[in-house]
């Protein structure tokens, strides 16, 4: 059966060790004794699977996005340097929301 890393994440490490106890590798060797993350290691490696995680932004105005930041802390200084607080707090605020954003798309 094929794997991915994902479906094997997913599995509990009984799970995993029934599959690493399929498999004829020096990898696995001691899989019984293994905790999941070094279990999940060898399998991937014994199996050639790539554990890198590509992260695909989920959104496609990720720079336009980073664009408003960067205008919105030019901004943000301005308020500062004329005392005018309450467009301050709003202005952090929507920094706040746009840094959110960009966090929720790498995920």
Not at 82 to 96: P, S
């Amino acid at each position: 059966m094929e794997y991915t890393f994902e479906d094997l994440k997913k599995k509990k490490v009984a799970e995993l060790r029934e599959i690493a106890a399929g498999i004829d590798h020096e990898a696995v060797q001691g899989a019984t004794q293994m905790h999941k993350d070094h279990l999940l290691e060898a399998i991937c490696h014994a199996l050639d699977i790539d554990m890198h995680i590509h992260h695909v932004a989920h959104m496609k105005n990720k720079a336009k996005i980073k664009a408003k930041i960067r205008a919105l802390k030019v901004k943000r200084e301005k308020a500062l340097d004329k005392k005018k607080h309450e467009d301050y707090r709003g202005i952090i605020r929507e920094i706040h929301h746009l840094k959110r954003e960009l966090r929720k798309a790498a995920d």
